[in-house]
Nanobody
Framework: QVQLVESGGGLVQTGDSLRLSCAAS????????MAWLRQAPGKGRIVVAA????????YYADSVKGRFTISRDNAKNTVDLQMNNLKPEDTAIYFC????????????????????WGPGTQVTVSS
């Protein structure tokens, strides 16, 4: 069973950049498709970026396309989210998610498809 811990959140201004990192332990990291999800106040948890087990297939929510980049390092058991040109609407708790996947190239864009979560890290973007 994989354990996940996020880091890198904080308070930034509109237009700033931030890099989130998720460290995984407790399982063969390359067996898991990964994602970054966020939950804004009063809203449900959504997938903003996802990456396949082999790191070759990606998914981005429309709201972050062109601004966010997800990457993974299977040797270091980490998955990162580079966030550029941040906007106040990006304010949320960001979670790292994992799910085992049979196919190495598959990505999963629904929150309910992930069954392992980190505790989350707060990102606040001021206007």
């Amino acid at each position: 069973q994989v354990q996940l811990v996020e880091s890198g959140g904080g308070l930034v201004q509109t237009g700033d950049s931030l890099r989130l990192s998720c460290a995984a332990s407790g399982g063969p990291f390359s067996n898991y498709a990964m994602a970054w999800l966020r939950q804004a106040p009063g809203k449900g948890r959504i997938v903003v970026a996802a990456i396949s087990r082999n790191g070759e297939t990606y998914y981005y929510a429309d709201s972050v396309k062109g601004r966010f980049t997800i990457s993974r390092d299977n040797a270091k058991n980490t998955v990162d989210l580079q966030m550029n040109n941040l906007k106040p609407e990006d304010t949320a708790i960001y979670f790292c998610g994992a799910r085992s996947g049979y196919y190495s190239h598959s990505v999963y864009d629904e929150s309910r498809e992930y069954n392992y979560w980190g505790p989350g890290t707060q990102v606040t973007v001021s206007s």
